[in-house]
């Protein structure tokens, strides 16, 4: 038994997202109206990056210019308020067993077989103090699901600033040259699920793409839980916000 799931028979679990109570043998962290009302991402969207265009499901002009080092990309939900206070709380407040349902929801996404799911890395310093990759937790929520083997391949090679307080130009110059793979006999051939908690400019999974795609990998397609989209200001549904 899951140790969440244990715990539930003491103290009752609640959503992750509004926080109301919830039954105790939920499955899932969220109640009936968070999870009817998650700001899913529709599917007129990019064929590549993932991102809404203005088309419906035509690629990108960016995508068209300056094609991605990974194959594909999906994510579940956009990056709202109510998204972020639960990733800062999954990442930031050790509340890991968050991955339960948030690998969950994503593995409902892993439509193809591939060879193996790996995770980004994160540095020994970050893994210290946080105590865990968080995204390492969800490829392997993934990995039981769908029955699809995990596979470490890549180490960060130096620790770097947070992603999340740097501007576009400067995420991809701090993220360049960060990532090696462990065992490049392991990569070449392969079909490769690379996971990560949330799309932002897309330059950590581009440079962890092009590291296993250098070692010969037969393609990578990326999955996230969370997108940023700046042309949504707001998305209406969760019980904050209605």
């Known amino acids: 038994m899951k140790f969440w799931k244990l715990k539930n028979l003491f103290f009752s679990p609640r959503c992750m997202i509004c926080g109301d109570y919830l039954t105790p043998d939920s499955t899932l962290l969220l109640c009936s109206f968070c999870f009817t009302h ?33 194959r594909q990309h999906r994510s579940v939900v956009f990056y709202t308020s109510e998204i972020r206070y639960v990733l800062l709380k999954y990442k930031f407040y050790r509340k890991r067993h968050y991955a339960a349902t948030i690998g969950t929801l994503m593995s409902s996404y892993v439509t193809e077989n591939y060879d193996f799911i790996t995770a980004v890395p994160v540095s020994e310093k970050k893994k210290r103090n946080r105590g865990y990759n968080q995204s390492r937790l969800l490829a392997e929520q993934i990995e039981q699901i769908r029955q699809i083997p995990y596979k470490e391949t890549l180490q960060k090679t130096k620790h770097t600033p947070p992603q999340s307080k740097l501007g576009y130009k400067q995420r991809l110059t701090n993220i360049k040259n960060c990532f090696s793979v462990i065992n490049p006999d392991e990569i070449r051939q392969k079909r490769i699920l690379l996971i990560d908690d949330i799309y932002t400019t897309g330059s950590t999974i581009g440079e962890c793409s092009k590291v296993l795609k250098k070692a010969g990998a037969a393609y990578v397609d990326v999955l996230t839980f969370a997108m940023t989209d700046k042309r949504i200001k707001s998305i209406k549904g969760t019980k904050n916000n209605e």
């Open 38 to 70: 998650l700001p899913l991402i529709p599917p007129e969207h990019c064929p590549v990056c993932g991102r809404m265009t203005p088309s419906g499901g035509a690629t990108c002009f960016q995508c068209q210019t300056q094609k991605p080092k990974f």
